[in-house]
């Protein structure tokens, strides 16, 4: 747990209320959390869902694990700790858009339970959405967009996901994308459905 050193600070609450800003959007704010191993196709899917939903007059935005890391989390390595860390602060971030309404997605491989448990502690039930982009190691390492895992396997990346550090796959996901047996767009249309059938968008 991160220490806490901002003291004599008072929460304010805001003037307009989620509920004001939600009939607004005709949408209720959620935060979708996908996860899976390097290389499944998180950011992918994520994006689509963002422009489909854009498309269909939502406020939707995207949380990239990359982009993160180029700005917010810069001070971040890969150990534990900082993906602890990484993951406490997109966890607080996710919470604010909720409240702003947005369909807020995060791609992030986030390989611990207890990191992604804390996420959703922060929210309200039904507006944490934990997507599992379930893809095998192997097909990811055939994949590896990035040469990541060639990298680590070579010993040039170390603590790497799935080489030389665990991922724990969630044990009761909202949602599974079996990524290897769809397009990217049908993968988006799941999420897409999901979020429908929940009332957390108008069909």
Known sequence: MSEVKATNITWHEGHVSR????????????LIWFTGLSGSGKSTIAFTVEHELVREGRLAYVLDGDNIRHGLNKNLGFSAEDRAENIRRIGEV???FVDLGAITMTAFISPYLADRDAARALLDDGQFIEVFVDV???????????GLYKKARAGEIKGFTGIDDPYEAPKNPELVIKNGECTPQQAAA???????SRGLVRS
């Open 19 to 30: 509920d004001e800003r939600e009939k607004l959007l005709g949408q209720k704010g959620c």
């Open 136 to 146: 095998p190691l192997e097909s990811c390492e055939e994949r590896d967009p990035k």
């Open 190 to 196: 799941q999420v897409i459905d999901y979020l429908k």
């Open 94 to 96: 996710g919470k604010l």
